[in-house]
């Protein structure tokens, strides 16, 4: 889920930094005494400015709180499970593991913390409190892997929040992506004749034992269906996920809740409630299917866009058959490229999809498309221009974006675009919820730029300098601004920033040859339709159209949308024509693999 992106300049992150609320006064004094590049970046000691005196009290009352916090994890689940003895063991194997590592990590992080007080080095001191920062990762990626599930989904999230955790532990929950626990097929028989009353043959002629493919909470069979014959994939969910599921989503809260404790100003609960409100959703696979068949219908009217949403057969809560739509990952370069698809049109065909999914009426928005989930193959059918198909799987996790903030939303993107500052705070405000002084923290959040570009222009290309501002602000102690500010904003954002960052991912894997400008004239357009439309409504309620005064308005509000129009337009036009001079040179010049233009 989550979320994200990347952060303002060095400078408005001294500014913000200033500002952060600290447990104490004294800490506050001591604290704002030092430079900014002293302070630790994330999970403030908040109690080092206590007198000596007191510390070893106040550290066997803490040690205290966390031992009972554990225990009190560990009786839930021994109380969850209590009927049968095996269970019960695993489930308190299962607590313990979770209530063991974060009492460790949280001791770890606090003598670190401690022990940097007394550094004068400041690269020593940075990397010590690195060491400790993958100590920490590496001890909690045994105990994602050990109790799988969910556990391993959280993994997988937290590998992509770059923009909220250290370096660290981001890249050490990166084999978390590719290491799935795959089910027996022995126990996916035994679900099926529990979930449908019929045994697994009954219904298919033939059924893979080796999954295809296996993700943190399903996995994927290839089949044939007895009756007609057909080919289909068949989504099974992991047998011991539905077991285990709410104790699991119960040691995710404690986790999240404990860390918030002992480190106030490293509030992650929001995620712990994300995952809680959106879990169950994505384990009914009923859900599952009557997204996927919104989503379909949804796309048939833009039959110009090569979108394959693959036809669902029959589902139950847990096993979901549809038709089989095989394609090769969006990073498979390799096979774009030897087929001769053109990576400057999958990106923007990825544009034109997600835009439609955010600012289309109506529309779902699927908040999970990672490079699992989306899928490209050759297809010379001449739709949109294109060669290829993108197909698009995993429909477990969709929201409804309400009108009024798409409305809202739509403003902001066009505010930025022009770079109207005035504009931008407005709608920023109405979309997240925010106080205006976040506003440069939330710009480059959405935008996933500096905020110095935000503020002068959006299209710029990205530079490694801006990279290396943005990473310097987050050492400097931004991260807990973003992290408060992520508290406060609506799920529903959260989920938008989560598709925003996944997206950019997925462009940025392509290593396209175009800068941004493309991307944001595809966004505008879907922006500029947006407001027509409401626009449109507005005038419509004034009255009719032909009445002189409508008219006019009618007419303004038309001209604005096809200026954004005309100007894609002509930039694909552009585009069309370098292609073309761009074959025919390679022709002139015997088939050089890269066109001289």
Avoid at 121 to 137: I, Q, T, W, Y
Avoid at 510 to 535: D, K, N, S, W
Wanted: glycine share 6%; net charge neutral.
């Amino acid at each position: 889920m989550i979320i994200g992106s990347r952060f303002p300049a060095a400078a408005a992150a001294r500014r913000i930094t200033a500002n952060l609320e600290w447990t104490c006064s004294r800490c506050r004094a001591q604290r704002l005494d030092k430079p900014i590049s002293s302070r630790a970046p994330i999970l403030r000691n908040y109690a080092t400015a206590r007198p000596q005196s007191a510390a070893p009290r106040s550290r066997t009352r803490r040690r205290t709180v966390i031992l009972a916090s554990a225990g009190g994890a560990l009786g839930a689940g021994v109380l969850a499970f209590g009927d049968d003895i095996k269970t019960t063991y695993e489930a308190s194997e299962r607590s313990l593991r979770v209530a063991s590592t974060l009492f460790i990590c949280v001791n770890d992080y606090r003598t670190t913390l401690n022990q940097r007080e007394t550094i004068q080095d400041p690269e020593e001191s940075d990397r010590v409190l690195k060491a400790c920062h993958l100590r920490c990762a590496v001890r909690t990626l045994r105990v994602l892997e050990k109790n799988g599930g969910i556990f391993i989904k959280l993994g997988q999230h937290l590998s992509a929040m770059n923009y909220l955790l250290p370096t660290e532990w981001t890249t050490t929950f990166i084999p978390l992506q590719d290491k799935c626990p795959i089910s027996s097929f022995e126990s996916i028989e035994e679900m099926f004749r529990r979930d449908t009353g019929e045994e697994l043959w009954d219904y298919f002629s033939d059924f893979s034992p080796q999954p295809i493919g296996a993700a943190s909470l399903a996995q994927v069979h290839l089949a044939t269906i007895k009756e007609t014959g057909q080919k289909v994939a068949v989504k099974v969910q992991h047998p011991g996920l539905q077991q285990w599921a709410p104790l699991d989503m119960k040691l995710t809260k404690f986790t999240f809740s404990t860390v918030k404790r002992f480190f106030p100003e490293y509030d992650l609960e929001w995620l712990s409630s994300e995952i809680e409100s959106s879990l169950p959703l994505e384990l009914d696979f009923q859900c599952e299917a009557q997204n996927a068949l919104r989503t379909k219908a949804h796309f048939s009217h833009i039959p110009q866009l090569p979108l394959v949403i693959p036809d669902v057969i029959w589902a139950k809560k847990r096993i979901l058959v549809m038709a089989c739509e095989a394609g090769h990952r969006l990073d498979d370069l390799e096979y774009i490229d030897s087929n001769g698809i053109d990576r400057d049109e999958v990106s923007a065909t990825l544009a034109h999809i997600f835009n439609e999914m955010i600012f289309g009426e109506g529309a779902p928005l699927h908040c999970d498309p990672h490079g699992g989930n989306i899928a490209i193959r050759k297809n010379d059918s001449g739709r949109r221009g294109a060669n290829f198909d993108i197909i698009l799987y995993d429909h477990g996790l969709y929201r409804d974006i309400p009108e009024d903030l798409r409305r809202s939303y739509a403003k902001m993107w066009l505010a930025i675009i022009d770079g109207d500052m005035e504009r931008m705070k407005k709608y920023v405000v109405e979309v997240s919820g925010i106080d205006e002084d976040k506003f440069p923290l939330f710009a480059s959040a959405i935008t996933g730029r500096d905020f110095s570009i935000v503020a002068s222009s959006i299209t710029k290309p990205r530079e490694a300098s801006e990279q290396k501002t943005m990473s310097t602000a987050l050492q400097e102690g931004l991260i807990v601004d973003l992290v408060k500010m992520l508290g406060q904003v609506p799920r529903i954002i959260l989920l938008i920033l989560k598709t925003n960052d996944l997206t950019r991912s997925l462009d940025e894997s392509l290593h396209t040859t175009l800068g941004p400008a493309r991307q944001f004239l595809i966004l505008a357009r879907y922006c500029m339709r947006t407001v027509f439309l409401e626009q449109l409504e507005d005038i419509r309620q004034r009255g009719s159209l032909c009445w002189p005064p409508n008219a006019l308005r009618l007419l303004t509000a038309w001209l604005g949308y096809v200026r954004v129009e005309v100007k894609l337009e002509a930039f694909e036009l552009w585009l069309s024509v370098k292609r073309v001079l761009g074959y025919r040179n390679m022709i002139e010049i015997g088939g050089m693999a890269t066109p001289a233009v």
